[in-house]
C-alpha cells in the first residue's frame, strides 16, 4: 500500500524545510532508510532518510520548495499503484477543539485574539501546558491575552512563542519598510535567517544585557602560540587558545554558565563554548564539549572538524545546539570591538575583537608596544550580577597575560 512521505523535523528547532536536492528519482527503487533527499533546515542541510521500502512512485515538492512539518513530500509504493486517491487527500487537520456547551457564549468575532471559553479553567484561570506558563513569565507575556491553538483551546509553548515574536516585531511595525524601486534587489528570508531573526529578537529584548570591557595583552599567548606551531604537526589557531582559557576561567566562576528559567536558575554542570562560524545565510555556532577536560589540541580538533561541517551545513543537532558559553569573534575582520548579543540557554557571550600593537604604559611609567586584544562580556543581568561577570572577565585576562596561572 502505498505511504505519504511528509516533512520531518530533522531540527529541534525547524518548523519548515526546503527541499535542496532530491537523492532519488521518481520510478527509483528505495529500501528503508535510504538517503531520499537534502532539507535546508533552520541550521544545517540534513538527511532525509525512506521511512519505508518500495518504489518513489510521486516527488510532490521539487527542489527548492519549501515545507512546514507535516506536509506531503512524496509518495512511496508498489510500481504502478493507483496514487490518485491519496493525492486528493486533505492535509492532517489539526486536532480539533472539543465542542463547546451551549451554555457558553461565544466570543465576539471583534476579538479573534482571545482565549476561547474552553481555554479558561476553573476561577478564570486560562488552560495552558507548564512550558507555556513558564515561557510566559519570563517574558512578561499575560496568558489571557493569547489564543490558544491546542486541544480546547489550551495555550501552547508555541503559542506563546508566536506572542514573544510579535512583541519583538511591534517597534519595528511602526514603519512600513519601503517599497523596493527600480535597481533594489528583494532577497527572499531563509528559515536559517528568520530563526536568528527570532531568536536573537528574544534573547535580547527578554534578557537585561550588560557589558563588560577590558584590554589583554596577548604577547605571551602569541610566543607561545608561535613555538608550538613551529614544532607541532597539528596547527593550533588562536580559538583554540580563547576556548581553552574561557573554559579554565569558567571553572573558577561557575556561576557564569548559568540560565534563567523563571522561577529558578540552572547551573550547568559541564563547560560546552560555542564558537559563531559565519555562513553566507547567517551564523551558526558549533559547540565544542566538556572544554574544561580537554586539552589543547584535543580542542583544536574538535573545533576544526566542528568549523568544516558548518561551512558544508553538515552538523548535526547536536553538535550545534545548547552551548553553556558562547565565543564571537571579529578579529579576522579588522574589528577593534563589538557587543554581542547573548546565544540562550547561555546567559554570557564573549566578544573578541582584533589584535593590533599598541603603546602600553608600563608602571615605571615606560611605554611598551604590546600585542593588544580588546574582550567584551555580554551577560544576563537576572543571572549574572556585575561582580561576578567583573571577576571572570577579570580572571580570563590573567590567565591569557599569566598562562602559567591555568595550572593553580
Sequence with gaps: MAEKLLMLALSPTMETGVIAKWLKKEGDTVESGDLLCEVETDKATMDYESPASGTLLKIVLEEGSSAAVGDLIGIVGKPGEDIKALLAEPEEPAKPESPKPEKTQPAPEKQPDAPSPEATGEKGRVRSSP?????????????????????????????????????????????????????????????????????????????????????????????????????????????????????????????VIASWAGDSIIRFGRVDIGLAVAQEDGLITPVVRDCANKGLLEIEKDLQDLIQKARSNALKPEEYSDATFTISSLGSFGIEEFTAIINPPGSAILAVGEIRKEPVVQPDDSIQGKQMMRLTLSCDHRVIDGAVGAAFLTDLRTLLEEPIRALY
Design 131 to 255: 512550558l507555556a506558563r513558564k515561557l510566559a513569565e519570563m517574558n512578561g507575556i499575560e496568558l489571557e491575552t493569547i489564543k490558544g491553538s491546542g486541544p480546547e483551546g489550551r495555550v501552547v509553548k508555541a503559542d506563546v512563542e508566536k506572542a514573544m515574536a510579535g512583541q519583538a516585531a511591534a517597534p519595528a511595525a511602526k514603519a512600513a519598510a519601503p517599497a523596493p524601486v527600480s535597481g533594489d534587489t528583494v532577497i527572499p528570508v531563509s528559515g536559517k535567517r528568520k530563526v536568528i531573526a527570532r531568536r536573537l529578537s528574544e534573547s535580547k529584548y527578554s534578557a537585561p544585557h550588560y557589558y563588560l570591557k577590558v584590554r589583554v595583552a596577548m604577547d605571551t599567548i602569541l610566543d607561545a602560540r608561535a613555538k608550538l606551531n613551529a614544532k607541532a604537526s597539528q596547527k593550533v589557531s588562536l580559538n583554540a587558545y580563547l576556548i581553552k582559557f574561557a573554559a579554565e576561567a569558567l571553572k573558577r566562576h561557575p556561576a
